[in-house]
């Protein structure tokens, strides 16, 4: 018998469209960011973890937390490095992209480490210009 | 020989797209003796300025002279103790270009546009010298009479009289509606 076409509105409803989700927790941003600031506040951290942290971390969806740039910059300087810790306020600001008061915060909540580690941002040195 | 030509060009190729991913200059200034070519040694780590990578695999300057070597030196003591001038030349050891320099506008979209127009130019003209000698005459029936002798045909024969052809003619005046 075929079945008249208004018949088929009254089939039973299709089972509830199942979310196709994994069964992992999900990382909280809390989380995410304690485990980065961990990572990079690691004593005897090397050079190269150091460069492969920023460049993951940089590859990311997301501008670092204050807290992450600061553990990084502390890295920086047990290894004696000023040169990457002013490469990373200038890729922090190149990540905000349009977004242009997110560098200004970040600059305005690291002000007491830059202060102290000595460190100079990209605009004191006049390295935010051609 | 043709299949030659092709990897000379693949070889072309590839060596342009690693000279644009780094600057040849010292990087030749690391290597302490003369190299036959100067391909690049993709065994060693590569410098690259890219915005997704804030930390290349390797310094911009390897070989440093004596200052460079003191001011390394100065570095491991406090940053604060460094002038402005120093810092700016730790980063410049380090580093080539600035996110600003690596990210500087290029003019080179007015060599696409302006090489665009030059193909159409050309174009243009290749396809006006096919009009006067490659296409052979034109055929009798695009002639001013033979036109005039097939529209009379056509309103002769009453060819599509209701909402086309012949119903815009005004068969008693015999001019167009």
Wanted: hydrophobic share 35%; aromatic share 10%; proline share 7%.
């Amino acid at each position: 018998m075929v079945r008249e076409r208004r018949d088929l509105y009254s089939l039973p409803d299709a089972p509830l469209a199942s979310r196709c989700y994994s069964h992992s927790k999900v990382e909280t941003d809390e989380e995410f960011d304690a485990r980065w600031v961990t990572y990079f506040s690691k004593p005897d951290i090397d050079a190269w973890e150091l460069k492969k942290g920023m460049n993951t971390l940089i590859g990311y969806d997301l501008v670092p937390e204050p807290k992450i740039v600061d553990s990084a910059l502390r890295a920086c300087r047990r290894l004696n490095d000023l040169a990457s810790a002013i490469r990373i306020l200038e890729a922090v600001k190149d990540k905000s992209g349009p977004h242009k008061d997110i560098y200004p915060y970040l600059i305005q909540e690291l002000k007491p480490t830059l202060t102290e580690l000595g460190i100079s941002t990209p605009e004191e040195l006049g390295m935010d210009k051609l | 020989m043709l299949h030659l030509k092709l990897g000379r060009v693949g070889c072309l190729l590839t060596r342009r797209a690693m000279v644009a991913l780094t600057d040849s200059g010292a990087r030749l200034s690391t290597h302490g003796h003369h190299e036959v070519s100067d391909q690049l040694d993709m065994s060693q780590p590569i410098y690259s300025d890219r915005p997704d990578t804030p930390l290349p695999d390797r310094p911009w300057k390897d070989v440093l002279d004596a200052t460079d070597k003191s001011l390394k030196q100065k570095e491991k003591g406090p940053w604060s103790a460094l002038s402005k001038e120093e810092k700016i030349a730790l980063y410049r050891l380090k580093f080539n270009h600035t996110y600003p320099e690596m990210k500087r506008p290029s003019q080179e979209w007015k060599t696409v546009i302006g090489g665009m127009f030059f193909v159409f130019g050309f174009t243009g003209l290749v396809v006006f010298w096919q009009g006067l000698y490659v296409y052979p005459p034109q055929p009798p029936t695009f002639g001013e009479d033979w036109q005039a002798k097939q529209v009379q045909r056509m309103l002769d024969m009453r060819i599509n009289p209701i909402e086309g052809f012949s119903a815009k003619w005004d068969y008693e005046k015999k001019q167009w509606k």
